[in-house]
C-alpha cells in the first residue's frame, strides 16, 4: 500500500508514519501541499512533486498549512477531489473542513446533543461585550487555532475590552466559551474507527491544560460514559479519528470542549505506550481494501 501524507514540512509525526509503514510493508510518501498541482481535461488528476496521487491508495492529511485564504481553499478544495476521485483521505475533507473552525465544532456537537459548554460567537465588540457580560467569566479563544495559542481567560470587563479592541483591529471573530469550573485537569481522549484507542489525564496549575503550554500528562482508563461521549463527539463532526477534549466540571457534568480532527500524538504516545502511527496505517490498510 502506498500512502501520501500530505504535510506543511517534515517532523516526528511524518517520521513516526515512514516507520510504521514500512514495518508493515507499506509506503508512506511525505509531500508537501505547496507542491500540489491540479489538472482539469486532459490527463485530470492531482499530483505533488513526482507523485500522481490519483493513483496512492491512501492520502492523510497531516495537517492544513497557514497560508492566504485563496491557498487553504485550494489545498482543502483538492482533498475533496481526491475522495471525489476514489481516494481514501483521512480525515476527510469534510471533517476537516469542520473540525478546523471551533463555531462550526461547536454547533454540530449541540446538534447531536453532545453537552458542550455554553459558547457565544460574533462579528462586532459590541456584541461581544454583551455575551461577556451575560457569561460573566469567558474563555475567548481563536476560531482557528489550536495547542492552547491564542485562548485568553476574562473575568473582568476592562480585560475584556482590551481584548475585543484588539480582536477588531486584526478583524477577527469573537469566540467565547463559558469558564467551567473543575479541579484543574482535563481528558485527551484519541478516537479512530469509532472507538477510543486510548486517553491521558492532562494537568495544570492554572486553566489551561495543553501539553503545548506546559501541562503534564498520565494514562489512564476512561470510564464507559466518558469513552462514549468521545466517541460520540467523533462521529458528529465525521471524523474517523480524532482527538477528543473532555471535561468534567466541579458538579460532576461531563463536557466536550473540542474536536481535534488533525491531532498531534507524541504527548499520548510518551504518555501511553500505543503506537498511534502504527493503528493509523493499519486503519487505512483496511479502508484502502
Known amino acids: 500500500m502506498r500512502i501520501a501524507v500530505l504535510a506543511a514540512r517534515t517532523g516526528w509525526h511524518t517520521q513516526q508514519l515512514e516507520r510504521a509503514a514500512a514495518e508493515r510493508g507499506h509506503q508512506a510518501i511525505v509531500l508537501r501541499y505547496e507542491g500540489l498541482v491540479a489538472t ?35 489545498r482543502v478544495d483538492a482533498l475533496h477531489r481526491l475522495e471525489d476521485r476514489g481516494v481514501k483521505v483521512l480525515n476527510s475533507p469534510r471533517a476537516i473542513e469542520r473540525t478546523v473552525d471551533k463555531f462550526w465544532t461547536s454547533a454540530l456537537l449541540e446538534q447531536c446533543g453532545v453537552p458542550t459548554p455554553e459558547t457565544i ?80 489525564e492532562r494537568r495544570a496549575s492554572g486553566w489551561r491544560t495543553n501539553l503545548a503550554r506546559g501541562g503534564s500528562a498520565r494514562s489512564i482508563s476512561l470510564p464507559d460514559d466518558l469513552s462514549a461521549l468521545a466517541v460520540r463527539a467523533a462521529a458528529a463532526v465525521g471524523a474517523d479519528y480524532a482527538g477528543v477534549d473532555l471535561l468534567t466540571a466541579s458538579d460532576g457534568t461531563a463536557y466536550v470542549l473540542e474536536v481535534n480532527g488533525i491531532p498531534g500524538w507524541k504527548g499520548l ?21
Open 40 to 74: 482539469i481535461g486532459k490527463d485530470p488528476g492531482l499530483r505533488s512533486a513526482a507523485t500522481q496521487l490519483d493513483g496512492v491508495d491512501a492520502v492523510l492529511a497531516r495537517i492544513i498549512p497557514s497560508g492566504s485564504l485563496e491557498q487553504i481553499i485550494f
Open 269 to 289: 504516545q510518551e504518555a501511553t505506550g500505543l503506537d498511534v502511527a502504527g493503528r493509523l496505517v493499519d486503519f487505512l490498510a483496511l479502508q484502502a481494501r
Open 121 to 200: 460567537v460574533c462579528d462586532n465588540a459590541e456584541e461581544a461585550t454583551a455575551g461577556f457580560r451575560a457569561l460573566q467569566d469567558v474563555i475567548v479563544k481563536p476560531l482557528f487555532g489550536s495547542m492552547g495559542l491564542g485562548m485568553v481567560r476574562i473575568s473582568d470587563e476592562e480585560m475584556a475590552f482590551r481584548v475585543f479592541r484588539t480582536i477588531e483591529q486584526i478583524r477577527g471573530v469573537y469566540y467565547l466559551q463559558r469558564t467551567i469550573e473543575h479541579d484543574g485537569t482535563d481528558v485527551r481522549a484519541f478516537v479512530l474507527g469509532g472507538r477510543v484507542l486510548a486517553a491521558i
